[in-house]
């Protein structure tokens, strides 16, 4: 869905304006090692924490990603040293149904493929109570964006909570639409810290009657600038593209998260 | 201080020796117009040895022995002129010039002097002739001088159809581009398809490719020094062109005949006409205008005044929720005096200023964005001739920056003064271009530049990772940068055809833009030393062979340079361009710069134009990138070619093609792929390790004359730009397949294929 073009609003325009063209080319590019790519997470409701581990291609191969099986899987609570395993559910996928988090604890990811370890380190964030969540309705007359232009058929939504603590909050909404979970990386920071703090808006591509679970995760600072990262990476943004930093040690790629969570759910209008 | 005590005695030395001289000097104009001429070449004719060019203001000054002369004045375009002296005592002789094109069956002698590339002392630079401009084929009917510049060895485009440009391996803001002394910080409209510089207005254009004389400073890769025409203080004239999506019109005339001139000139595009014949984009602006003006007055024959400006905006608006609107303002006034014969002072009062402005409308949020940079800048300069064999400049020049970045702004939340940052850049400079024997001309020169940060608005200091953690507001400097810069270029002249010539020079630089690309777009931000950033220094050691033959019918030059930067930018490993503290995502480090820059050229006869080649490598060392290693900058190309031809077909016809060819720019590219939250993430292993396909493109052009009359003359210029419509990629992007989700593909995005345009333009 996040098909943007690695360009800001000035270039769109640019190229709808003049006769520029399109075309797929073929370009020689170099073979890379495998490595391994972790994605885990912890939040503080039993059953959300989940394990991924899967494996990098080079950019010419047609198959989906590669999984890892067979790993030794842990969660270690770093106050009380509480270790619990993660057991491989389906392929490259690891869950602990009991598993929960508490806020302000620091939790420790490790994994073991092989003879190799990774290891990697969160601290759950203080929750923030949204008072409310809803739809932002556009007054008539109002422009619409012009189909085939990002933002054309999306909804916007606004928060509303409370910042107190004059310190940035960073959020992630993650998104069902109809029980399809949504690839979008949808982050926002408050930037409380610089004074004027006010809770920003997302849109999600959706139509009138879509239901959307929204899951607003209050994620970490470190959290927070791995996927904006990865955002820049997807939609190619940055003026020089990159790998984001991955929090996980040994060189595997991905990061580690933990993360409260509320959930609402929503009738797009 | 003993270094600049040793550079006096040089300087002076040999203006003692030589007695009993008279000075002849005045001002050089041309004769139609009575515009002043810059670069007249005034030549004792038996001794061809003696020679001065004619200042920036037309001024020339030469001082001889006691005894009978003939002096020929010799100029571009323009029939020679000999006159025949008896030098008893100082006199002033004013020339007025006369246009070859106005008597065109008696002309016998071309107009040039034609073996000044092969004596000049200063090398690497370019003079481009504004009449060649109008000959070539052009982009959307619109003539460019900085995109004819880019045609030249050592100079590299910054992208198709773009006026931006990287000279021996700089960057786009390496580039100090002056406008009647004024720095023009974004010298482009229309997201760099034109240049702000209207060759309507423009009467002379030299680049200095990191090798200028004292006198200028600031930036470490080039400079380009245009000047604005005077306006004829002889007749009212009005000239013009109409184009396919611009037109411009241009007046000029005497206030007091042939003592004080205006001139002003316009330019607007009207691409928004047609946006708004669309059902799509009606709502929807683009355009930019400019506007050139320049008064002149004469008090006396010592004394004259100048006042000049630029005024140009650019406008794009998508419906009234969101818009952006952004340009320069210039503004010059320059005294000229007299003091004697010998004496010339100039003194300038300069006024610059670029901004943008982003304004978004929105339900939730109405906010404008405000980023600029300003300017107040003082010069003052005095050149003296002493005598015959040397010709000092000497001066200096105060400039007060203000940098506003970014300023998010409403009705609840004022301006942020603490985020105005303010710095001082002064200088103080002598060069002398010194004849020291018959076969060596030498120009040396110092410049001492200083630059202050100062204090009164917010500076941060970060830790190793590039986190801010403290936030100061110091009173005071802040910091302060004071750097000696020595400037050193010799010709040695083997015989009438050749000449050998080297130099070195330093340049610092203060003022950095900050860009994701290699051409600039408006909304780069500049920013100015901090306690963080230092200043670029670029030292650079150049040579060159310089040969004329065929009666200098053809031109031919070989120069190599190489140039070592320190404190150069570089963006982090995926930066966020939109950081509140920039700061957080730069790294410093070295650079390198080498290559080999081939010219030959054909100045003469119904068919003429020339051949440009560069080899050369540009590269970047920075902690932190690469694994530390040496890595091929943005900008880097091993192969740049330019072939130019033009051909008078009759009178009333002449044709032109332009070819260029280019080696990609080295780019970042992913060698792989993996998945986040099923997203697919590019996996790259290193910055810049790969190149875009190469570029080329032939432009093919053609000018008539239309039927003359003694009041009104026009022409109708043809351009095909790109006329094999080669598509040259201008992004390439990675994405997902669309019919296999996969599958992972690069998909290029061109721009211009075959872009036809025609102009009508006019004079009477």
Same mark, same amino acid.
């Given at each position: 869905?996040?098909?943007?073009?690695?360009?800001?609003?000035?270039?769109?325009?640019?190229?709808?304006?003049?006769?520029?063209?399109?075309?797929?080319?073929?370009?020689?590019?170099?073979?890379?090692?495998?490595?391994?790519?972790?994605?885990?997470?912890?939040?503080?409701?039993?059953?959300?924490?989940?394990?991924?581990?899967?494996?990098?291609?080079?950019?010419?191969?047609?198959?989906?990603?590669?999984?890892?099986?067979?790993?030794?899987?842990?969660? =270690?609570?770093?106050?009380?040293?509480?270790?619990?395993?993660?057991?491989?559910?389906?392929?490259?996928?690891?869950?602990?149904?009991?598993?929960?988090?508490?806020?302000?604890?620091?939790?420790?990811?490790?994994?073991?493929?092989?003879?190799?370890?990774?290891?990697?380190?969160?601290? &759950?964030?203080?929750?923030?109570?949204?008072?409310?969540?809803?739809?932002? /309705?556009?007054?008539?007359?109002?422009?619409?964006?012009?189909?085939?232009?990002?933002?054309?058929?999306?909804?916007?939504?606004?928060?509303?909570?409370?910042?107190? =603590?004059?310190?940035?909050?960073?959020?992630?909404?993650?998104?069902?639409?109809?029980?399809?979970?949504?690839?979008?990386?949808?982050?926002?920071?408050?930037?409380?810290?610089?004074?004027?703090?006010?809770?920003?808006?997302?849109?999600?591509?959706?139509?009138?009657?879509?239901?959307?679970?929204?899951?607003?995760?209050? /994620?970490?600072?470190?959290?927070?600038?791995?996927?904006?990262?990865?955002?820049?990476?997807?939609?190619?943004?940055?003026?020089?593209?990159?790998?984001?930093? !991955?929090?996980?040690?040994?060189?595997?790629?991905?990061?580690?998260?933990?993360?409260?969570?509320?959930?609402?759910?929503?009738?797009?209008? | 201080?003993?270094?600049?005590?040793?550079?006096?005695?040089?300087?002076?030395?040999?203006?003692?020796?030589?007695?009993?001289?008279?000075?002849?000097?005045?001002?050089?104009?041309?004769?139609?117009?009575?515009?002043?001429?810059?670069?007249?070449?005034?030549?004792?004719?038996?001794?061809?040895?003696?020679?001065?060019?004619?200042?920036?203001?037309?001024?020339?000054?030469?001082?001889?022995?006691?005894?009978?002369?003939?002096?020929?004045?010799?100029?571009?375009?323009?029939?020679?002129?000999?006159?025949?002296?008896?030098?008893?005592?100082?006199?002033?002789?004013?020339?007025?010039?006369?246009?070859?094109?106005?008597?065109?069956?008696?002309?016998?002698?071309?107009?040039?002097?034609?073996?000044?590339?092969?004596?000049?002392?200063?090398?690497?630079?370019?003079?481009?002739?504004?009449?060649?401009?109008?000959?070539?084929?052009?982009?959307?009917?619109?003539?460019?001088?900085?995109?004819?510049?880019?045609?030249?060895?050592?100079?590299?485009?910054?992208?198709?159809?773009?006026?931006?440009?990287?000279?021996?391996?700089?960057?786009?803001?390496?580039?100090?581009?002056?406008?009647?002394? !004024?720095?023009?910080?974004?010298?482009?409209?229309?997201?760099?398809?034109?240049?702000?510089?209207?060759?309507? !207005?423009?009467?002379?254009?030299?680049?200095?490719?990191?090798?200028?004389?004292?006198?200028?400073?600031?930036?470490?890769?080039?400079?380009?020094?245009? #000047?604005?025409?005077?306006?004829?203080?002889?007749?009212?004239?009005?000239?013009?062109?109409?184009?396919?999506?611009?037109? #411009? +019109?241009?007046?000029?005339?005497?206030?007091?005949?042939?003592?004080?001139?205006?001139?002003?000139?316009?330019?607007?595009?009207?691409?928004?006409?047609?946006?708004?014949?669309?059902?799509?984009?009606?709502?929807?602006?683009?355009?930019?205008?400019?506007?050139?003006?320049?008064?002149?007055?004469?008090?006396?024959?010592?004394?004259?005044?100048?006042?000049?400006?630029?005024?140009?905006?650019?406008?794009?608006?998508?419906?009234?929720?969101?818009?952006?609107?952004?340009?320069?303002?210039?503004?010059?006034?320059?005294?000229?005096?007299?003091?004697?014969?010998? &004496?010339?002072?100039?003194?300038?009062?300069?006024?610059?200023?670029?901004?943008?402005?982003?304004?978004?409308?929105?339900?939730?949020?109405?906010?404008?964005?405000?980023?600029?940079?300003?300017?107040?800048?003082?010069?003052?300069?005095?050149?003296?001739?002493?005598?015959?064999?040397?010709?000092?400049?000497?001066?200096?020049?105060?400039?007060?920056?203000?940098?506003?970045?970014?300023?998010?702004?409403?009705?609840?939340?004022?301006?942020?003064?603490?985020?105005?940052?303010?710095?001082?850049?002064? *200088?103080?400079?002598?060069?002398?271009?010194?004849?020291?024997?018959?076969?060596?001309?030498? %120009?040396?020169?110092?410049?001492?530049?200083?630059?202050?940060?100062?204090?009164?608005?917010?500076?941060?200091? +970060?830790?190793?990772?590039?986190?801010? /953690?403290?936030?100061?507001?110091?009173?005071?400097?802040?910091? %302060?940068?004071?750097?000696?810069?020595?400037?050193?270029?010799?010709?040695?002249?083997?015989?009438?055809?050749?000449?050998? #010539?080297?130099?070195?020079?330093?340049?610092?630089?203060?003022?950095?833009?900050?860009? %994701?690309?290699?051409?600039?777009?408006?909304?780069?931000?500049?920013?100015?030393?901090?306690?963080?950033?230092?200043?670029?220094?670029?030292?650079?050691?150049?040579?060159?062979?310089?040969? $004329?033959?065929?009666?200098?019918?053809?031109?031919?030059?070989?120069?190599?340079?190489?140039?070592?930067?320190?404190?150069?930018?570089?963006?982090?490993?995926?930066? $966020?361009?939109?950081?509140?503290?920039?700061?957080?995502?730069?790294?410093?480090?070295?650079?390198?710069?080498?290559?080999?820059?081939?010219?030959?050229?054909? $100045?003469?006869?119904?068919?003429?134009?020339?051949?440009?080649?560069?080899?050369?490598?540009?590269?970047?060392?920075?902690?932190?990138? %690469?694994?530390?290693?040496?890595?091929?900058?943005?900008?880097?190309?091993?192969?740049?070619?330019?072939?130019?031809?033009?051909?008078?077909?009759?009178?009333?016809? $002449?044709?032109?093609?332009?070819?260029?060819?280019?080696?990609?720019?080295?780019?970042?590219?992913?060698?792989?792929?993996?998945?986040?939250?099923?997203?697919?993430?590019?996996?790259?292993?290193?910055?810049?390790?790969?190149? &875009?396909?190469?570029?080329?493109?032939?432009?093919?052009?053609?000018?008539?004359?239309? #039927?003359?009359?003694?009041?009104?003359?026009?022409?109708?210029?043809?351009?095909?730009?790109? *006329?094999?419509?080669?598509?040259?990629?201008?992004?390439?992007?990675?994405?997902?397949?669309?019919?296999?989700?996969?599958?992972?593909?690069?998909?290029?995005?061109?721009?211009?294929?075959?872009?036809?345009?025609?102009?009508?333009?006019?004079?009477?």
């Amino acid at each position: 869905m996040s098909k943007y073009k690695r360009s800001n609003i000035l270039i769109i325009f640019l190229l709808l304006l003049l006769s520029s063209c399109e075309k797929e080319i073929n370009i020689d590019l170099n073979n890379t090692s495998s490595r391994f790519v972790i994605e885990g997470n912890i939040s503080n409701f039993a059953g959300e924490s989940v394990v991924k581990i899967t494996k990098t291609q080079n950019f010419d191969e047609t198959t989906p990603f590669p999984t890892v099986s067979a790993a030794i899987v842990t969660i =270690t609570d770093s106050l009380l040293n509480k270790i619990d395993t993660l057991k491989e559910t389906s392929a490259g996928i690891y869950k602990n149904s009991s598993l929960y988090g508490v806020v302000g604890y620091t939790y420790k990811l490790q994994v073991k493929i092989g003879t190799e370890t990774f290891t990697a380190f969160s601290t &759950m964030p203080y929750p923030l109570l949204l008072d409310s969540l809803v739809q932002i /309705i556009p007054k008539e007359g109002d422009p619409v964006p012009p189909a085939g232009t990002p933002g054309a058929g999306s909804k916007q939504f606004q928060p509303s909570y409370k910042n107190f =603590t004059k310190t940035d909050k960073y959020l992630q909404y993650v998104i069902t639409r109809n029980d399809t979970l949504l690839n979008n990386l949808i982050i926002r920071s408050d930037m409380a810290a610089s004074g004027f703090s006010f809770p920003i808006p997302f849109s999600v591509q959706s139509k009138k009657k879509d239901v959307l679970k929204i899951n607003i995760q209050l /994620i970490d600072k470190t959290a927070y600038n791995y996927l904006s990262a990865a955002n820049r990476n997807i939609g190619q943004f940055s003026a020089t593209p990159s790998n984001p930093t !991955a929090n996980i040690s040994n060189g595997a790629l991905g990061f580690f998260k933990a993360h409260t969570s509320q959930k609402i759910t929503l009738v797009v209008k | 201080m003993k270094y600049i005590s040793l550079v006096f005695t040089i300087l002076l030395s040999s203006s003692i020796l030589l007695a009993q001289t008279f000075t002849i000097s005045g001002y050089i104009t041309d004769k139609k117009t009575g515009e002043s001429l810059i670069g007249v070449i005034a030549l004792v004719k038996n001794n061809p040895g003696i020679g001065r060019a004619s200042n920036d203001y037309g001024f020339y000054s030469l001082s001889l022995p006691k005894g009978k002369y003939e002096i020929v004045f010799s100029y571009i375009g323009h029939q020679k002129q000999i006159i025949d002296i008896d030098l008893t005592g100082n006199k002033t002789l004013n020339v007025a010039m006369e246009d070859m094109t106005t008597n065109l069956q008696e002309v016998v002698v071309t107009g040039t002097l034609d073996n000044e590339n092969v004596r000049q002392s200063t090398m690497g630079v370019e003079k481009i002739n504004v009449e060649t401009v109008s000959k070539l084929p052009v982009i959307f009917g619109e003539r460019d001088i900085l995109k004819t510049l880019q045609l030249l060895p050592g100079v590299k485009s910054g992208g198709d159809g773009q006026s931006g440009f990287t000279v021996r391996g700089g960057t786009v803001d390496q580039n100090l581009i002056l406008l009647d002394d !004024a720095p023009v910080y974004n010298a482009s409209h229309l997201l760099g398809f034109f240049s702000t510089f209207n060759s309507d !207005a423009i009467k002379d254009i030299a680049l200095y490719k990191g090798t200028a004389p004292a006198q200028f400073g600031g930036r470490i890769a080039s400079v380009v020094d245009v #000047k604005m025409n005077e306006g004829d203080n002889q007749n009212y004239d009005v000239s013009g062109g109409i184009g396919l999506i611009s037109s #411009k +019109l241009n007046i000029e005339g005497p206030l007091q005949k042939g003592k004080s001139s205006f001139l002003i000139s316009g330019r607007r595009t009207y691409a928004d006409v047609f946006l708004k014949l669309t059902e799509q984009f009606k709502e929807n602006q683009l355009y930019f205008y400019d506007f050139n003006a320049k008064l002149n007055y004469r008090f006396s024959d010592k004394d004259r005044l100048f006042v000049s400006g630029y005024f140009g905006r650019d406008v794009l608006g998508l419906s009234d929720r969101f818009s952006i609107d952004w340009g320069n303002t210039t503004g010059t006034m320059r005294w000229n005096h007299l003091y004697n014969s010998k &004496m010339f002072g100039n003194t300038s009062l300069i006024y610059s200023n670029y901004d943008y402005k982003i304004n978004i409308n929105g339900d939730a949020a109405q906010f404008s964005i405000l980023s600029r940079i300003r300017d107040w800048n003082l010069k003052q300069e005095f050149q003296y001739f002493p005598n015959s064999n040397n010709e000092l400049k000497f001066g200096y020049n105060v400039i007060y920056h203000t940098i506003t970045p970014g300023q998010i702004t409403n009705d609840t939340i004022p301006a942020d003064k603490n985020q105005i940052r303010n710095g001082l850049e002064s *200088a103080l400079y002598i060069t002398n271009d010194w004849q020291a024997t018959k076969q060596l001309k030498i %120009n040396i020169g110092l410049r001492l530049s200083n630059f202050s940060v100062l204090g009164g608005s917010n500076y941060y200091n +970060l830790d190793a990772d590039k986190n801010v /953690i403290d936030t100061i507001n110091p009173s005071g400097v802040v910091a %302060n940068f004071l750097y000696l810069e020595p400037r050193l270029s010799m010709s040695y002249t083997l015989n009438d055809n050749s000449s050998l #010539k080297a130099a070195y020079t330093r340049n610092t630089q203060n003022m950095h833009l900050i860009t %994701n690309s290699v051409s600039g777009s408006p909304t780069d931000k500049w920013i100015m030393n901090t306690n963080i950033v230092k200043p670029e220094i670029g030292d650079q050691v150049s040579t060159g062979y310089f040969l $004329n033959f065929k009666d200098n019918m053809y031109e031919f030059s070989a120069e190599t340079y190489f140039k070592f930067m320190q404190n150069q930018i570089d963006y982090k490993d995926n930066a $966020n361009e939109q950081a509140p503290v920039i700061e957080t995502e730069l790294l410093y480090g070295k650079g390198r710069a080498y290559g080999l820059e081939l010219l030959l050229k054909k $100045n003469k006869g119904k068919f003429s134009g020339w051949i440009g080649y560069t080899l050369s490598r540009t590269e970047k060392q920075i902690d932190g990138i %690469n694994q530390n290693l040496w890595y091929a900058a943005r900008q880097d190309r091993t192969h740049d070619i330019s072939i130019v031809t033009m051909y008078d077909i009759s009178k009333r016809w $002449n044709i032109s093609a332009v070819w260029v060819y280019q080696t990609g720019n080295a780019i970042t590219f992913p060698s792989g792929k993996y998945e986040i939250s099923g997203n697919n993430i590019w996996l790259y292993t290193e910055r810049n390790g790969y190149r &875009m396909p190469a570029y080329h493109r032939l432009d093919l052009g053609a000018t008539c004359k239309l #039927k003359e009359t003694k009041r009104f003359k026009s022409e109708l210029s043809f351009s095909l730009y790109n *006329a094999y419509g080669r598509e040259n990629p201008y992004i390439i992007t990675f994405e997902e397949s669309e019919t296999d989700p996969n599958k992972t593909v690069a998909i290029q995005t061109s721009l211009f294929r075959w872009i036809p345009s025609i102009s009508w333009n006019f004079k009477w």
